[in-house]
Nanobody, 118 residues
Framework: QVQLVESGGGLVQAGGSLRLSCIAS????????MGWYRQGPGKQRELVAT???????NYADSVKGRFVISRDSAKNTVYLQMNSLKPEDTAVYYC????????????WGQGTQVTVSS
């Protein structure tokens, strides 16, 4: 029922930055825990970062200190600021939403490609 629309992917050089955006609709945004996952070539989908309705955050060890997840309640939007990008960050990045009151309600965006050249 939740609709997630992502944007911001692209091609960047190593050391560069990108900001991904995900707009959520169809639910009460304040009830959604939001996150970003990624799936690189030949790899399984993995957690990148999450942010709760109370703004607590969690990051994969591989991105700590480089990526920042945030949310804007007024815009129903979650962001992923990616700095100091590395070639190993190359992946399709997916926005994720989970209803904190109904944990089985999990939704995914369509994915946006991030490619980091060496």
């Amino acid at each position: 029922q939740v609709q997630l629309v992502e944007s911001g992917g692209g091609l960047v050089q190593a050391g560069g930055s990108l900001r991904l955006s995900c707009i959520a609709s169809g639910s009460v945004f304040s009830l959604l825990a939001m996150g970003w996952y990624r799936q690189g070539p030949g790899k399984q989908r993995e957690l990148v970062a999450t942010i709760s309705p109370g703004y607590s955050t969690n990051y994969a060890d591989s991105v700590k200190g480089r990526f920042v997840i945030s949310r804007d309640s007024a815009k129903n939007t979650v962001y992923l600021q990616m700095n100091s990008l590395k070639p190993e960050d190359t992946a399709v990045y997916y926005c994720n939403a989970r209803n904190v009151r109904v944990h089985s309600n999990v939704f995914w965006g369509q994915g946006t490609q991030v490619t980091v050249s060496s």
